[in-house]
């Protein structure tokens, strides 16, 4: 028997588009009621607009103060919180030579110290209430190292092991933490890849961002002594 989602509610960071807009209108279409949050107002609005109940607010998620901000926005727009989608991120990959330091470090932020902070914040909360669920979004990236990749590998293998601890430091709780590991997903990410590095993130193939939403949806429906701790989800073909 599944979990029926029907008015729970549920945080998304990195809403705007890709994975994060599939997962909302999923969750949406499961009857769940939505905190979106992204950098785009407008993007926000109008995926809002499209739902059934969704309400949003725009920021950047690496801003230290927007998680609590979120976290009561949540509880002030509808009195609680159930679930919590870590979503947010961004890719940059290349050889020693090529790579910005500056960019490895916003991601890094995003990647990383955003999901911490969220995750934190929002765990605390649902440590209070005694129910919650967190799933983050990581790769298979994190679970797998290639040449140029390393920075975006580093961050990807963090949030693995930290969702799994969490798991293990919550267990008995009342609070289940897992992953979404996806591999090539067609987001447009690669769209200023070069030829080459495109080709090879695409030789498999690639998932749509609502293959990914089904497979978020899976771990939330699952009965309460269920856990799907991570699902890894790549295309049939991929090589990696």
Do not use: C
């Given at each position: 028997m599944?979990?029926?989602?029907?008015?729970?509610?549920a945080l998304?960071?990195g809403?705007s588009?890709?994975?994060?807009?599939?997962?909302?209108?999923?969750?949406?279409?499961?009857?769940?009621?939505?905190?979106l949050?992204?950098?785009?107002?407008?993007?926000?609005?109008?995926?809002?607009?499209?739902?059934n109940?969704?309400?949003v607010?725009?920021?950047?998620i690496?801003?230290?103060?927007?998680p609590?901000?979120?976290?009561?926005?949540?509880?002030?727009?509808?009195?609680?919180?159930?679930?919590?989608?870590?979503?947010?991120?961004m890719?940059?990959?290349?050889?020693?030579?090529?790579v910005?330091?500056d960019?490895?470090?916003?991601?890094?932020r995003l990647?990383?110290?955003?999901?911490?902070?969220?995750?934190?914040?929002?765990?605390?909360?649902?440590?209070?209430?005694?129910?919650?669920?967190l799933?983050?979004t990581s790769?298979?990236?994190?679970?797998?190292?290639?040449?140029t990749?390393?920075?975006?590998n580093?961050?990807?293998?963090?949030?693995?092991a930290?969702?799994?601890?969490?798991?293990?430091?919550?267990a008995?709780?009342g609070i289940?933490?897992?992953?979404?590991a996806p591999?090539?997903?067609?987001?447009?990410?690669?769209?200023s890849?070069t030829?080459?590095n495109?080709?090879?993130?695409?030789?498999?193939?690639a998932?749509l961002?609502?293959?990914?939403?089904?497979?978020?949806?899976f771990i939330l429906?699952?009965?309460?002594?269920v856990?799907?701790?991570?699902?890894?989800?790549?295309?049939?073909?991929?090589?990696v």
């Open positions: 599944v979990v029926d989602l029907n008015n729970k509610v998304i960071t809403a588009s890709g994975i994060g807009k599939a997962i909302a209108q999923d969750l949406d279409s499961a009857g769940m009621k939505l905190i949050t992204a950098r785009s107002q407008d993007k926000l609005e109008q995926i809002a607009a499209s739902l109940n969704a309400r607010l725009a920021g950047g690496t801003d230290a103060e927007m609590q901000q979120l976290l009561e926005f949540a509880l002030e727009s509808y009195g609680k919180l159930d679930v919590v989608l870590n979503n947010a991120g890719m940059t990959v290349g050889a020693i030579e090529e910005n330091i960019t490895i470090a916003q991601m890094v990647n990383v110290e955003a999901v911490y902070r969220m995750a934190y914040t929002t765990l605390k909360h649902f440590k209070k209430i005694g129910s919650g669920f799933i983050n790769s298979i990236a994190g679970l797998k190292t290639m040449p990749y390393g920075a975006y580093g961050t990807k293998y963090a949030v693995e930290f969702t799994d601890a969490l798991r293990m430091e919550l008995g709780t289940k933490v897992a992953s979404v591999g090539t997903v067609d987001t447009g990410l690669y769209d890849w030829e080459e495109k080709d090879y993130i695409t030789s498999g193939g998932l961002p609502e293959d990914i939403a089904r497979s978020v949806r429906e699952q009965p309460d002594p856990l799907i701790p991570r699902l890894l989800v790549v295309p049939t073909n991929q090589p």
